[in-house]
Structure formats: structure tokens, C-alpha cells
């Protein structure tokens, strides 16, 4: 007798030989997002949505992104991060996720939107006050997000500059503040990034 993981792993497989021809099992895959008896129900249903191409599930991702399972909304938090999809909607919804109540969602949340670094006045200033999250996952992870919008993140220098004071400069913190501002982050004391010799 084959195991049930096994037989899931056959069924999500199933379903992304079909490609577009098993969109037509979106309406029930979410459905199957809501199964409490469970919990690998709502987790295998979707990962097959996460294998359909964005104009069929952008929509349904930024639907679970507020489901009542934490698993589920992670899960829809970061597929839709990888996705960098730039349809309506997705950006505001990932900064929603900055308030969930789990901190692994904002947490995750707070990952994906260093996807976007075109939006960057839109997002920079929502990471900013993530620093200041009770979480220190989540502080982490804005933190490391901050970094990727550069310089167009200088108004989270202050904020970092004490991240390092107290994380030292081998922290997320001492990453991202030498990437937004390398002389605010000579004088913390970040030491300039190692270039590792090419051997070309």
C-alpha cells in the first residue's frame, strides 16, 4: 500500500503535467484551501495553484493571502514574492501581511516585498516600521528587503545604524545598511563587503 505522501506527491505532479488544461480544478483547489480536517489538504491544493501561470491564480494567491490558516496565507505571501507579478492588487497586499498576527507571515511578507524595488516609495516606508516589530524574524527580514531598494532606502539608516549597535556588524542589519549607505556604515563600524577572488 503506497503511502499518502506519496500519493499527493503523484497528484500535484498530475496536475502540473496537465498546465493549463487543470485550471479548469481551480474552483475546487480553492475550496480545498478552507479543509480543517487536514492540514495537508489545504497545503497540497496549494501548491498546485502555485503551478499555474499568473493570469490564472494571481488573483486566487492574493485571496488565501488572507485565509485563516497560516500555512496557507505563507505560502500564497511567498509564491506571489518569486512571482514579482505586477498586477493590481499584489503590492498592497503583501504590505496587508505586514500586520498579520503570525510573524512568519510578516516575516514572509516582508521577504517578497524586497521584490519590488520599482515601488520602493510605497514599500520602503512600511519595512521601515517593521524594524520595529516585537519579532525579530520579522525585523531581520525587513531589514534584508530594505537592502535591495539601495539607496533609495536612506530613510531607514538611522533605525539600522542602532539595529548594528546592538546585532553587531555581522548582522542582517550590517548587510542592508551597507548596501543603502556605505559611509553611514563605515562609521558603525560594518566593514566593507569581502570580494571573493575569481579564479577565472
Known amino acids: ?7 499527493n506527491r503523484e497528484g500535484i505532479n498530475g496536475f502540473r503535467a496537465l498546465g493549463r488544461q487543470g485550471e479548469i480544478a481551480i474552483p475546487e483547489l480553492v475550496r480545498m484551501l478552507d479543509e480543517r480536517s487536514d492540514p495537508m489538504i489545504a497545503h497540497n491544493a496549494l501548491n498546485v495553484l502555485t503551478g499555474f501561470d499568473d493570469e490564472a491564480v494571481v488573483p486566487v494567491l492574493i485571496e488565501a493571502m488572507t485565509n485563516a490558516n497560516p500555512r496557507v496565507r505563507v505560502g500564497a505571501v511567498i509564491d506571489l514574492g518569486y512571482r514579482r507579478s505586477s498586477a493590481n492588487g499584489v503590492v498592497q497586499s503583501l504590505l496587508n501581511r505586514l500586520a498579520d498576527h503570525d510573524a512568519i507571515v510578516r516575516s514572509a511578507a516582508a521577504i517578497s516585498l524586497g ?12 519595512l521601515v516600521v517593521c524594524l520595529r516589530d516585537t519579532n525579530s524574524s520579522v525585523q531581520e527580514s525587513a531589514a534584508q528587503s530594505l537592502g535591495c531598494f539601495g539607496a533609495n532606502a536612506k530613510v531607514a539608516v538611522p533605525q539600522l545604524v542602532e539595529m548594528v549597535g546592538v546585532l553587531g556588524s555581522g548582522s542582517v542589519a550590517a548587510g542592508a545598511l551597507r548596501s543603502i549607505d556605505p559611509v553611514s556604515a563605515e562609521r558603525a563600524g560594518v566593514r566593507p563587503a569581502t570580494v571573493m577572488p575569481s579564479f577565472e
Do not use: C, G
Request: overall charge neutral; aromatic content about 6%.
Open 115 to 126: 521584490k519590488f524595488p520599482s515601488q520602493a516609495d510605497l514599500i520602503v516606508p512600511a
Open 1 to 7: 500500500m503506497r503511502l499518502a505522501q506519496e500519493l
